[in-house]
């Protein structure tokens, strides 16, 4: 059972547009949702985190959209640049417990 | 400078040999993982630690072992690689109590011929 859905698994946005990608979760006890970003040959970085306390979290040009009573957090990213191409990871996690990590989106910024 | 290393970076070895794979934190963090993941695919959580000489098993079942016997150090050992043992590996480690979230490494890629 995914306990975090995400999507879509691969995305293609132009140059200045906006990146988008979702996670749908299952379990109204998570309290902590990070996104990571991995480029390739190294291991995935933290990007930005939300607490459900909040409906949105904005860091430069990524912003966290979250929607606690549709389960589904949301990241987006503003004036997408070829730099930003790369696997994004959601991840949810309840209290102290692991992360739990969604399925990855691979994005393409095309120049 | 705080940070996590894994070595080697890249290994290619013949089936039935053993192989470490080495993971180190400078950070001081109590909890450490070790993933397995295909390149840009899901990260499949295989082994994971808690403390000094705690270690559990992940979602994903796996033929490795891990020890923790320093805070510092989470080697994972695989007793006879086999050609399905070909993946990338990433270590993690991660602060009680912290919203800093995990910090990874930059993985070391395994190739069992």
């Known amino acids: 059972q995914q306990q975090v859905k995400q999507s879509p698994q691969s995305l293609i946005v132009q140059k200045g547009g906006i990146s988008i990608i979702n996670c749908a979760y299952e379990?109204?006890?998570?309290?902590?949702f990070p996104w990571y970003q991995q480029f390739p040959g190294k291991g995935p970085a933290l990007l930005i985190a939300i607490r459900p306390d909040v409906s949105e979290k904005k860091e430069g040009r990524f912003t966290i959209s979250f929607n606690k009573s549709a389960k589904q957090f949301s990241l987006h990213i503003m004036d997408s640049q070829p730099g930003d191409s790369a696997t994004y990871f959601c991840?949810?996690?309840?209290?102290?417990?692991?992360?739990?990590f969604g399925q990855g989106t691979r994005l393409t910024i095309n120049p | 400078e705080a940070d996590i290393y894994q070595t080697p970076r890249y290994l290619v070895i013949g089936t039935g040999k053993k192989i470490t794979l080495e993971c180190s934190q400078t950070m001081g963090h109590d909890k450490m993982y070790w993933y397995q993941q295909d390149p840009g695919m899901e990260l499949h959580l295989i082994h994971y630690?808690?403390?000094?000489?705690?270690?559990e098993k992940g979602d994903l079942s796996s033929e490795s072992t891990v020890s923790r016997i320093r805070t510092e150090h989470f080697p994972l050992t695989l007793e006879s690689a086999r050609p399905s043992h070909t993946s990338q590996y990433l270590c993690?480690?991660?602060?009680?109590?912290?919203?800093?979230?995990?910090?990874f490494g930059s993985g070391t890629r395994l190739t069992v011929v």
């Open positions: 991840a949810v996690r309840k209290g102290a417990q692991k992360l739990v």
């Open positions: 630690s808690y403390g000094v000489n705690s270690t």
């Open positions: 379990n109204t006890a998570f309290d902590y």
């Open positions: 993690a480690s991660s602060q009680a109590g912290t919203d800093y979230g995990y910090t």
